[in-house]
């Protein structure tokens, strides 16, 4: 009974304040980059939630394949040795 | 090997070796209390129990806008028209965060939107009750949405990740609405002796619904067990009614009202509130499109669906327009 509208999707990032990344809040649908702009800013937004807003369109965002995460992200495995605490002689040095 | 009769594609019982993998990587997941993602594998009755509950509760908070949106124009003050007109938008808002939520799991919102507006969607019976006078949007701060938020909580901690996030936002917002309707509440129980008769009566209309928010008893809800099984629920419907009349068993002695439940007690022994037995029968008559207001919300949600078609094929000609002349 309603007409299909299939307005794109679009992804919001809100920074909270400055100095802060902006992160990702949610996403909505609207006809283009300046509705989503305003939307993002009705939907998330109502409580001073932000001092900055990204609109993404959903359909930009290249994402790693979530089959083969487990290989994607395999080389950090094993090499602990890129943490401060993986150094144990150090323990009790002082300013180190 | 004997022949055997062909069978079709994906009609086989025997689950794939790749879909032993996935089934036993998400039962992994949940079994760690992890969260599931939209592009994670999922069975597909997970997937269908949550598009349903998610969408229904979408519907519900869109449907929610109506009794409440009623009254803002006859709101006493300018103050409470204000506060009226946030929660209205709030609900508004949470019925698009729950939209999204619900659509990264396959279903387009033109189709969720399509299955309330046919009547094939359900939404939350609370809502086909209505709101007769100013003391009921008190009432339905405190009572309903007071029910919603102790339903709500728990499942900010959902096994699926887009709900959790959708739910952790909403329960940030809500809170402000169960105190606005208390204290709409307490204004009229410290008014003159017909104010405060306006509020009792308010709370006696709204209790026994607001009660029956949290579904039928354990023992007569079949699906409950499964949705905790994928930790998309976390409590019974019978542990969160407990936790409810608890709470306001107590803040109605605030009021300096009473609820219309003269045998509400705590029973040491069992340790749970034993409160009266609530009309199931009115609950499923009111779910089956029965009650006061259903044929009247429904009507209402096209109306305004249709009166705002213009707007919606205005703003998608403007986007074409646009496009083509960055395009030229």
Known sequence: ?96 | MAPTTPQEPGLSAVPSYEEQQSQSRFDALIGDDSRIEPRDWMPEPYRKTLTRQISQHAHSEIIGMQPEANWITRAPSLKRKSILMAKVQDEAGHGLYLYSAAETLGTERDELNDQLLTGRAKYSSIFNYTARNWADMGAIGWLVDGAAIANQVPLCRASYGPYGRAMVRVCKEESFHQRQGFEILLSLSRGTEKQKQMAQDAINRFYEPSLMMFGPPDDQSPNSAQSMAWKIKRFSNDELRQRFVGMIAEQVKVLGLTLPDENLHFDEEKKQWIHKDLNWDEFMNVIKGNGPANAQRLERRREAHREGAWVREAATAYAAKQEQSEVA
């Open chain 1, 1 to 96: 009974m309603s007409q299909k509208s299939n307005w794109p999707l679009w992804e919001v990032f809100v920074r909270s304040s400055r100095g802060l990344s902006h992160v990702h809040a949610g996403s909505l649908h609207a006809p283009d980059k300046e509705m989503a702009l305003r939307n993002a800013r009705d939907l998330y937004t109502r409580r001073n939630e932000g001092v900055s807003l990204w609109v993404v369109r959903s359909t930009d965002i290249i994402t790693s394949d979530p089959d083969s995460k487990d290989a994607f992200f395999e080389s950090p495995q094993g090499k602990d040795y890129r943490h401060a605490t993986y150094y144990k002689a150090s323990e009790g040095v002082k300013h180190l």
